[in-house]
């Protein structure tokens, strides 16, 4: 229930849809397993797993969603092989070229063939949607997953007018900025980590790892035009996190001291430890995402438009 990595959108005009009429919109493209000739599916499961009984639940004027892919695995290798084999007995057998076109028709036809036998793998991507803070925040750390997952909830509720949030300037000049002054804004510490990269043509990059961020060698990459693409960095104690250059967050772990507040609820209680750690972590992202907007001097989206 705790994202780890993430990123965000602002909507541009408000998210009205209740819970209920949500899950009636989700209820479209409800998951199912791979049949023996699909290579993958995505869908919508219950958001809490098996201890909920709604594909979104809401907690803290938060909406949490939760998508599952399974994909069939099949080698790239073992496909090659059995395609290397079938051109040369053609090619053997016929005295002459296989070409592109019949080799394409070769390889659908093994993968057709493979695919019933193939193992799946299965896999959890979620996201919330917080309409009092215009916010969609996706628990991935691959842009092409959040596109996906956003692709699929445009499809299920007709429309969905979000857009990426565009700092002021640059977030590698800013982080740059930031960590040749030494300086942060309120409330932030600096972390051990960070990615630095020439602006040349080599684009050499530097990471550090467990080390003192305002240590001399690291000024020395800045004043030779290096710029930072992620910094790690603690946010009023409660959320250690990377923030990358894509206005995206890494690595995202929220401290003991914050975790403690949801200690008292049973553990066999599970719906009601998922639902105050949402409540919880929800609120505390979209604290921190609101901050980070403000401090960067994100544009600000006219939600009236």
Known sequence: MWFSNLYFYRFTKPFELSADELDKRLEANIFSPCGSQDIAKFGWVNALGKYGQTLSHSAAGNLLLCAKREEKILPTAVINDMLAEKVEAIELKESRPVKKKE???????????LLPRAFSKSSLLYGYIAPQHDLLVINSSSATKAEEFMAML???VGTLPVVPVQPEQPLSIMMTDWLKSQNLPAGYEFGSDAELKSTDEEEAVVKYKQQDLGSDEIQLHIEHNKLVTKLALLWHDNVNFMLADDFSLKRIKFTDLLKEQNEDIPKEDMAT???ADFALMSGEIN?????LIEITGAKEVDITA
């Open 103 to 113: 080799k394409d028709t070769l390889k659908e036809d093994i993968i057709h063939q």
């Open 287 to 291: 604290m921190l995402l609101n901050e």
């Open 154 to 156: 445009r499809k299920c």
């Open 273 to 275: 430890k998922l639902d």
